[in-house]
């Protein structure tokens, strides 16, 4: 019962407080009413029936003394107007029945007993027996025993009762009726308090709010609710938000997310795992981690696990790959860490990224670093590793190796006639020419250019002088076809032995490299095997001791710019008109001339940077010499073969114009015929592109060359500088004479200028004069001194 009243509205637990404590109040009231009056009643009724009897047995005393019945019995037929007495007995001294008065209407109902012995007053239901004792002055005469039936006295005495009851229900009803609005009034607020929880609850709609009806102690209630409504639904919104930005974080994260028990047990993933692994997110829970790692790493994601367990404080990574269900093996960076959270069981956090592409970049990254991306081959940081460790071999179990150096001869004439990409084709099918040629063990690289390397491991000299003859016969027999054109290329290949006495890696290529040139010197396509004796190689080792030298002379500006004087040999020049000649000054102040540093500059790459240098200090040195530019008629600069290939020289020329304000007509520029034919196509764009900015070209040496002419028509160039060797014998030697006459008569023809070299004295400036050469050069006219030295030149017979 208790449980059903817990379960009331607090409308009816209030209805249930007032009714329940009117309702026992009435019962009380009317119990205790009953009983008062009960006792009230009896009580009244024995003192005035004991009154009676006395009175009686007062009347009685003489009708006792004469013993006269008769008159006791007049006495006692008083009573027959009391309505409740039943009967009375009058009783002698000697306790025998005297007199009795029995009312008629009752005949039956009770009659007295023969003596008073026992008797006593008594209630009995609503029967009353009074005995009271008749006494006189002599004393006790007697007793009257006075019987009476107040069950109708009661019944009146109940029914005033139950009138009173009914009066106070009526009034406690009346009551309840005029209370009950009052109850209504707090359970109501509190009703639609309890309905808008209710709502609330079920439709998690935070943005309700209860009504307040009263400023009362319910109104503060329903101001602390809503105030508490508020609060909730503003954490609520955060909490929305916060939730969406872990879903965020955690089912949109690019990254893979497992929760993992410590065995490997999937517990939860993300979407974007499932996605991985090609699997519900309900799939997974019931898989384990392991099932979806490669076979060969295992091993590796057991580690992880372990290290997670064994070092929970710290974040453990390791790259592996990973199983999909479709079958697809992507490599992932797992991190992981051990996870604790409270009284719970211990759990792996395991974040998997997708590193596949950045994998496989790093992996074609690391090929190119040590492969050449033309051939295939292995590049010169990978040879220089594989000598290295040829080296430590030789040193530990005295073996002996051969280095070879290989550099492809005529392969110039395909790059330049075909192109880059004929010249490309040739290097890929040389590549695979050559390595079909080489033992399985020996070891071959791209060093750069149309060069390569090939390490020879176990190999005598001799073996390798006979394997390399081999690799230079399969050379020479093979022919590279181009665009219905054949070409037939050579190598040239030098040979050093590393033993337990070879020094570095360094070293030793260059001594390959020093025997490779000195085959190339010797005709080229042949083999040289490098001797510390040879002096070829002793030459060439000078040459790369000049490397440094050149270097640091850059660096340090030890190079100083020399003048030579052209003269115009038909008409007299009113202006200056010289080439550009280097130096070098050593630590002494000492003058060194080209011849000494060139060759090794050509040979090692050096040159387009001393270019570079005549260039920038020339201009700037016309710029800031006052009035040189006045007297300037044409100043000329030689370049070498190797800047005619250099993309970013034009560029840099351009610049150097702009920065001292130079004009382009006025410098002139010289390459050398042979460096012209081997470089082409390259040239011949060059060339007209510093044409188009206004500049000269001169085609220097010319006539040393073999197809000279040939070439002469494609190249546009200015004047043509006959070489010295035929010049400075014209006097004497009449085929000189004769080729000196034909390339002034072709050149002019062209529309080019002429410039005689080695010109030394005035007859052969007359010579040439008549000849109709246009301009003389050399130490009759004038030798080469510094710039600020140079003056105007008056030939010998102006």
């Known amino acids: ?32 009413l009953l009983m008062l009056e009960t006792v009230e009643f009896k009580k009244v009724a024995q003192n005035d029936l004991t009154t009676l009897a006395t009175v009686i047995g007062n009347r009685s005393t003489a009708a006792l003394m004469f013993g006269d019945p008769g ?45 008073s012995a026992g008797l006593s007053s008594h209630y009995e239901h609503s029967l009353l027996w009074v005995t009271e004792p008749i006494t006189d002055k002599d004393g006790p005469q007697g007793s009257i025993l006075v019987h009476a039936n107040y069950a109708e006295a009661y019944w009146h005495k109940i029914e005033f009762t139950v009138v009173v009851f009914l009066v106070l229900v009526c009034g406690s009803v009346l009551a309840f009726f005029l209370t009950a609005p009052f109850i209504k009034l707090i359970a109501l607020p509190v009703k639609q308090l309890v309905t808008t929880v209710k709502t609330i609850s079920e439709t998690k709609d935070y943005s309700l709010r209860a009504n307040k009806h009263y400023q009362d102690e319910l109104g503060l209630l329903v101001d602390a609710f809503n105030e508490l409504i508020d609060k909730v639904e503003t954490q609520n919104q955060a909490l929305t938000r916060a939730k969406d930005r872990y879903l965020a974080l955690y089912d949109d994260n690019p990254t893979m997310i497992f929760n993992l028990s410590e065995q490997g047990q999937i517990m939860s993933a993300n979407l974007t795992g499932a996605h991985y692994l090609g699997a519900a997110v309900s799939a997974l829970e019931d898989c384990s981690i392991l099932d979806f790692v490669h076979p060969a790493d295992l091993a590796l994601m057991h580690e992880l696990m372990q290290q997670c367990l064994t070092s929970p404080s710290i974040v453990h990574k390791q790259e592996l790959r990973q199983v999909c269900q479709n079958g697809r093996i992507i490599w992932v960076r797992a991190t992981a860490r051990l996870v604790a959270y409270d009284k719970q069981q211990n759990s792996l956090l395991l974040v998997c990224e997708d590193v596949t592409e950045a994998y496989n970049l790093s992996q074609q990254i690391a090929y190119q670093a040590s492969h050449d991306a033309l051939t295939g081959l292995a590049n010169r940081s990978e040879f220089d590793k594989a000598i290295k460790e040829a080296i430590a071999l030789a040193h530990t179990d005295n073996s002996e190796h051969a280095l070879c150096y290989l550099d492809l001869d005529q392969f110039k004439i395909v790059n330049d006639t075909c192109g880059h990409m004929a010249g490309d084709e040739l290097l890929r099918q040389l590549s695979d020419l050559l390595k079909k040629q080489l033992r399985r063990n020996d070891f071959i690289a791209r060093l750069g250019g149309d060069e390569f390397g090939v390490l020879m491991y176990n190999c005598s000299v001799d073996q390798a002088i006979a394997a390399s003859e081999k690799i230079r016969d399969f050379v020479r027999d093979f022919h590279f076809a181009w665009d219905d054109r054949r070409f037939s290329v050579g190598v ?26 000195a085959a190339k010197d010797k005709g080229r396509n042949r083999v040289h095997v490098y001797r510390p004796d040879d002096k070829e190689l002793a030459l060439r080792h000078g040459e790369m001791q000049w490397v440094q030298r050149i270097e640091q002379g850059l660096e340090q500006n030890l190079f100083c710019l020399y003048g030579q004087p052209i003269a115009s040999i038909a008409h007299r020049d009113e202006k200056l008109h010289f080439e550009t000649l280097i130096r070098y000054r050593d630590t002494q102040g000492l003058i060194i001339p080209p011849g000494a540093f060139l060759p090794a500059a050509e040979r090692y790459n050096l040159a387009p940077l001393m270019d570079r240098w005549v260039i920038k200090n020339l201009f700037e040195w016309i710029a800031t010499t006052p009035g040189f530019l006045n007297r300037l008629a044409l100043c000329s600069v030689n370049l070498s073969g190797l800047s005619l290939s250099d993309e970013t020289l034009f560029k840099f020329i351009l610049e150097q114009f702009a920065v001292w304000e130079i004009p382009t007509h006025k410098i002139c520029f010289e390459i050398t015929e042979t460096a012209a034919i081997a470089n082409l196509t390259s040239a011949t764009k060059f060339i007209q592109q510093l044409r188009d900015k206004g500049c000269s070209f001169s085609l220097d040496d010319f006539g040393s060359g073999l197809s000279s002419f040939a070439y002469l028509k494609n190249l546009p160039v200015d004047f043509l500088k006959i070489d010295g060797l035929f010049v400075k014998d014209i006097l004497d030697d009449k085929i000189d004479l004769a080729m000196v006459k034909a390339i002034n008569e072709v050149g002019q023809m062209m529309g080019k200028k002429t410039v005689a070299e080695f010109v030394e004295n005035e007859k052969i400036f007359n010579l040439l004069k008549e000849l109709g050469v246009d301009y003389a050069q050399g130490y009759g006219i004038g030798k080469p001194v ?9 030939p010998f017979s102006m």
């Not at 510094?786 to 008056?794: D, R, S």
Request: with cysteine; proline share 5%.
């Open 492 to 517: 040239s290949i030098g040979i050093a032995s590393i033993t337990d006495t070879s020094g570095n890696a360094v070293n030793l290529l260059k001594e390959a490299d020093a025997a490779c040139y």
């Open 1 to 32: 019962m208790i449980n059903q009243i817990r379960n009331l509205s607090i409308h009816g637990k209030l209805l249930l407080t007032v009714l329940f404590p009117s309702i026992i109040s009435l019962f009380l009231a009317g119990f205790f």
């Open 786 to 794: 510094p710039l600020n030295e140079l003056k105007l030149i008056i």
């Open 71 to 115: 008159l006791a019995e007049e006495n006692l037929a008083a009573l027959n107007f009391q309505p409740a007495v039943q009967a009375a007995c009058v009783y002698n001294k000697q306790g025998l029945l005297f007199a009795d008065f029995i009312k008629v209407s009752e005949p039956t109902a009770w009659h007295c007993p023969p003596t």
